[in-house]
């Protein structure tokens, strides 16, 4: 028995140095990467940058418009995405009563996020693009990325759903409480944190993806309001730092443009954990 109890201790101790070994080299190869872009991309930021557009003739290199154009496929994919990715979770989770139908679902949504976004970017082209005529625009290249993060919505939600203790449902439809007014408030307010995780990795997702936006969005430079920019081609940042490597040849502008994403994506995961935990204490007072 000393001997057995000797080689567990040994091998928990390999095991859990193995585990430190890892996640200390994880640690540490995201925070070179961070520091890398950041400490060659902040320096490239200036006002100019910031407030100007590219342009030939006056000699300018600014993203304005690439960082509008930027929020605008942010707010309109989110816009759609969420109504549809929650709606379509709540009634796997609570409302469908056919299992095979719910797994056979549950398997195509997890097939679709392994898919190349280079593929969903020529499904785009032909079905919205040829198929629908929509031009090159946030419209199309929105649409398509709705369609590309929708299974990472419905796939987060879900789960977060399933762990709602059934005690909460019960327990509401024992005071009297119908089901959707049971999902509203009792259920959905429980899985609000694997909502916005959900949000955050698909924002993360729109934030960084360029091969789908080529085929859809184009890689237009020029500054637009948001109904111009619905049927206009306009670049986003992550295909305005493609472009600016491959087509320009600007490396430092590219790791500016780079660092300004990264500031952008951090911007908006610290806002939606703020909202998320601001909205938790409101429900738990509101009990």
Not at 42 to 70: A, H, M, V, Y
Not at 140 to 160: D, F, K, N, W
């Amino acid at each position: 028995m000393e001997r057995l109890s000797f080689q567990r201790r040994f091998y928990g101790k390999i095991l859990r140095g193995t585990l430190y070994l890892c996640g200390g080299l994880t640690c540490a190869v995201l925070s070179f990467l961070i520091a890398y872009v950041l400490y060659r991309g902040l320096r490239g930021i200036t006002w100019e940058l910031l407030t100007t557009q590219r342009s030939i003739i006056n000699k300018t290199n600014g993203i304005l418009p690439n960082i509008l154009n930027t929020l605008y496929i942010i707010l309109l994919s989110m816009g759609i995405v969420l109504p549809l990715g929650v709606g379509a979770a709540v009634y796997l989770t609570e409302y469908a009563s056919n299992h095979r139908m719910v797994a056979l679902i549950e398997f195509a949504t997890e097939i679709l996020t392994g898919i190349p976004s280079i593929i969903f970017g020529l499904v785009g082209m032909l079905f919205f693009g040829q198929l629908l005529g929509l031009s090159y625009g946030i419209l199309a290249g929105g649409l398509t990325l709705v369609v590309m993060i929708l299974p990472t919505i419905v796939r987060t939600t879900q789960e977060s759903l399933k762990t709602v203790p059934q005690s909460y449902r019960e327990g509401a439809l024992g005071l009297g409480a119908g089901k959707w007014r049971m999902v509203r408030t009792v259920v959905l307010p429980s899985a609000i944190d694997g909502i916005v995780t959900g949000c955050i990795l698909s924002v993360g997702r729109i934030v960084g993806e360029s091969a789908a936006l080529l085929f859809t969005a184009g890689m237009g430079v020029a500054l637009h309001g948001f109904w111009e920019a619905l049927n206009s081609s306009s670049a986003t940042l992550s295909v305005a730092l493609y472009a600016y490597v491959n087509e320009y040849a600007n490396v430092d502008v590219a790791m500016a443009i780079a660092a300004v994403l990264m500031l952008i994506t951090l911007a908006i995961n610290l806002t939606a954990a703020q909202m998320s935990r601001r909205f938790k204490r409101e429900q738990e007072g509101a009990r």
